[in-house]
């Protein structure tokens, strides 16, 4: 066996891992976890500590460097790297492996799943901000909230961990490169220390929360 097939077979096995640990709590839970408008709280909360922090001319562009990372991390993944990649999603019905995973709500998704989109957002997301904010405790809130949507994309069945890694590493390349534009021509310089990095955080706890209980009643 050569070595890519090596690993195809251990993103296989990882995959079942996660997908098969499974109950009605968690499923509930994690499909509402990978939800995208259950979030704009959290979105919310980061806008506002921008604007509380930053003069309203660089919290603008520093918004528009948020949109750009991810548009870009997104972009390519779905519009370049699938089309060539072609790599069936585990719930896809064309893929064999599909008989085996665990289906939540009867969501399968697309037919492509490499790389992750939702990892490469998310990740772009919190690598833009740890760049742009510099303060560990936020950067780790941050880095948990997207690993554990990352997660909830594995447990789902939709992504093997290997679509998630590459999009994981893509959301930092995007973020590594838009920061660095950000710095250059926009010329940002970072206050010394950002002020009510809770709201967010607790934005992002409570949605949580909210969650855990839903699907304890869900």
Same mark, same amino acid.
């Not at 408008?37 to 918004?63: D, G």
């Not at 750009?68 to 019905?93: M, W």
């Not at 697309?110 to 936020?138: D, E, V």
């Given at each position: 066996?050569?070595?890519?097939?090596?690993?195809?077979?251990? =993103? &296989?096995?990882?995959?079942l891992? *996660?997908?098969?640990?499974?109950?009605?709590?968690? =499923?509930?839970?994690?499909?509402?976890? &990978?939800?995208?408008? *259950?979030?704009?709280?959290?979105?919310?909360?980061?806008?506002?500590?921008?604007?509380?922090?930053? &003069?309203?001319?660089v919290?603008?562009?520093?918004?528009?460097?948020?949109?750009?990372?991810?548009?870009?991390? =997104?972009?390519?993944?779905?519009s370049?790297?699938?089309?060539?990649?072609?790599?069936?999603?585990?719930?896809?019905?064309?893929n064999?492996l &599909?008989?085996?995973?665990?289906?939540?709500?009867?969501?399968?998704?697309?037919?492509?799943?490499?790389?992750?989109?939702?990892?490469?957002?998310?990740?772009?997301?919190?690598?833009?901000?740890?760049?742009? *904010?510099?303060?560990?405790?936020?950067?780790?809130?941050?880095?948990?909230?997207?690993?554990?949507?990352?997660?909830?994309?594995?447990?789902?069945g939709?992504?093997?961990?290997? =679509?998630?890694?590459?999009?994981?590493?893509?959301?930092?390349?995007?973020a590594?490169?838009?920061?660095?534009?950000?710095?250059?021509?926009?010329?940002?310089?970072?206050?010394?220390?950002?002020?009510?990095?809770?709201?967010p955080?607790?934005?992002?706890?409570?949605?949580?929360?909210?969650?855990?209980?839903?699907?304890?009643?869900?």
């Amino acid at each position: 066996m050569d070595f890519i097939s090596l690993l195809q077979e251990w =993103d &296989s096995e990882l995959l079942l891992l *996660i997908n098969g640990a499974h109950n009605p709590y968690w =499923d509930t839970f994690m499909y509402a976890y &990978s939800g995208k408008l *259950i979030w704009i709280p959290l979105y919310a909360a980061l806008a506002y500590v921008l604007f509380r922090n930053l &003069s309203w001319k660089v919290a603008l562009m520093c918004l528009a460097g948020v949109a750009l990372t991810v548009a870009l991390a =997104d972009q390519v993944g779905a519009s370049l790297i699938r089309p060539c990649v072609e790599r069936l999603r585990p719930t896809n019905l064309n893929n064999p492996l &599909s008989e085996y995973v665990h289906v939540v709500n009867g969501y399968r998704s697309g037919s492509y799943g490499f790389p992750s989109c939702h990892a490469a957002n998310t990740f772009g997301l919190a690598f833009f901000l740890m760049f742009l *904010i510099r303060q560990k405790w936020f950067t780790w809130v941050m880095m948990a909230w997207a690993a554990l949507t990352c997660y909830s994309r594995a447990y789902l069945g939709v992504h093997y961990p290997g =679509d998630l890694l590459a999009g994981m590493l893509l959301g930092l390349c995007g973020a590594t490169l838009v920061y660095f534009l950000l710095v250059r021509l926009g010329h940002y310089r970072r206050p010394k220390q950002f002020k009510e990095l809770w709201v967010p955080a607790a934005a992002c706890g409570l949605t949580v929360a909210g969650m855990l209980v839903y699907a304890a009643w869900g």
